[in-house]
């Protein structure tokens, strides 16, 4: 049974957040609150999690997963970035934006999109996977929380429990999220590729495009 940690939306309980980050470090699944929906998170080099996830969201293994980071720095030992790309991250980072990039070779291929070599980033404007990321000191490979079969993601924690109390390690409660996911963009193509219109604006991408 997952263990439950509510978390003050605005400042989170330190205490809770290094617990959170040990369920990780042990290989666990987490779901967690993000500027867009709730996530599920696990450890970067964890396979096995991996796999629970795939089973959650009945993913195959063209789905891509989102390499969640502190800074841009991280996202610059995971994905290759040319000029014109960081920019645009720059413009929307930290926000409601996952961007498909070309992988490097740090990046394990289980991770990438099995096609293409590519990784989706992410740096969210929350506080919890902001301080869970500063605990961690590495990135945190995420995916939406959307069971498969559901048609909208699960928005809060005790919805979370409801349907996934056997299937994680912990929930950490911050709080109602929206339905709305992150705005996904190809940037491994020129000109970018808007994959899906979330809750992230496309002003900084399109006009930076043009």
């Given amino acids: 049974m997952a263990e439950y940690l ?3 939306p605005v400042d989170p309980q330190v205490r809770l957040i ?4 040990d369920v990780l470090r042990a290989g666990g699944l987490v779901a967690y609150p993000t500027d867009s929906c709730y996530a599920l998170g696990w450890h970067l080099g ?4 991996l796999e629970r996830v795939r089973r959650i969201r009945q993913a195959d293994k063209h789905h891509h997963f989102t390499l969640v980071c502190a800074n841009l720095a991280e996202v610059g030992r995971f994905a290759r970035l040319e000029t014109w790309q960081f920019r645009i991250l720059r413009a929307c980072l930290p926000g409601p934006y996952t961007f498909l990039l070309p992988a490097t070779r740090e990046t394990p291929r289980r991770l990438q999109h099995a096609k293409r070599r590519t990784i989706g980033v ?3 404007a929350h506080p919890v996977p902001q301080l869970l990321l500063a605990e ?3 990135p945190l490979m995420s995916s939406t929380l959307l069971v498969g079969g559901d048609l909208q993601p699960l928005t809060s924690g005790r919805q979370i429990q409801g349907r996934l109390e056997h299937e994680v390690d912990a929930i950490l409660d911050g709080g109602d999220c929206c339905i ?3 705005t996904v963009v190809d940037l491994s193509v020129t000109p970018p590729l808007i994959v899906r219109q979330g809750k992230g604006a496309l002003g ?3 006009g930076r495009a043009l």
């Fill in 6 to 8: 509510e978390l003050h």
């Fill in 18 to 21: 290094r617990r959170a980050a």
């Fill in 46 to 49: 964890d396979s096995a999690a």
């Fill in 122 to 124: 992410r740096i969210p």
């Fill in 136 to 138: 961690l000191k590495e």
């Fill in 180 to 182: 709305e996911p992150t």
């Fill in 204 to 206: 900084p991408i399109t």
